[in-house]
């Protein structure tokens, strides 16, 4: 059992930058493939990052390539995404999942555990 806690969310304006964090409990963080996924109102939840739970590796998706990094510090039990040259398009919920030895391409409905979300708006 994974319990993920997320925080850092905020108002920025564009062009700006914020890190979000995902706390994890529980043991074996360094076995979960972690996923960041973002849910705008009216639209479905999408994939934005993950980082595999070997060697961390990463993917992201086309529309944040070049702005946004994950990390992982499984000391600390913590995921991070550090989001730079905010759009106003990147304005959502942004949401923290766990998967156990998921693989990096995993789609959200596999994943098992999931955080709360914390809302991120950019402004124009």
């Known amino acids: 059992q994974v319990q993920l806690v997320e925080s850092g969310g905020g108002l920025v304006q564009a062009g700006g930058s914020l890190r979000l964090s995902c706390a994890a409990s529980?043991?074996?963080?360094?076995?979960?493939?972690m996923g960041w996924f973002r849910q705008a109102p009216g639209k479905e939840r999408e994939f934005v990052a993950a980082?595999?739970?070997?060697?961390?590796?990463?993917n992201y998706a086309d529309s944040v390539k070049g702005r946004f990094t994950i990390s992982r510090d499984n000391a600390k039990n913590i995921v991070y995404l550090q989001m730079n040259s905010l759009k106003p398009e990147d304005t959502a919920v942004y949401y923290c999942?766990?998967?156990?030895?998921?693989?990096?391409?995993?789609?959200?409905?596999?994943?098992?555990?999931w955080g709360q979300g914390t809302q991120v708006t950019v402004s124009s």
């Open positions: 999942a766990a998967e156990y030895l998921g693989r990096l391409n995993l789609p959200v409905h596999e994943y098992d555990y």
């Open positions: 529980g043991r074996s963080f360094s076995t979960y493939t």
């Open positions: 980082i595999r739970y070997i060697a961390g590796s990463t």
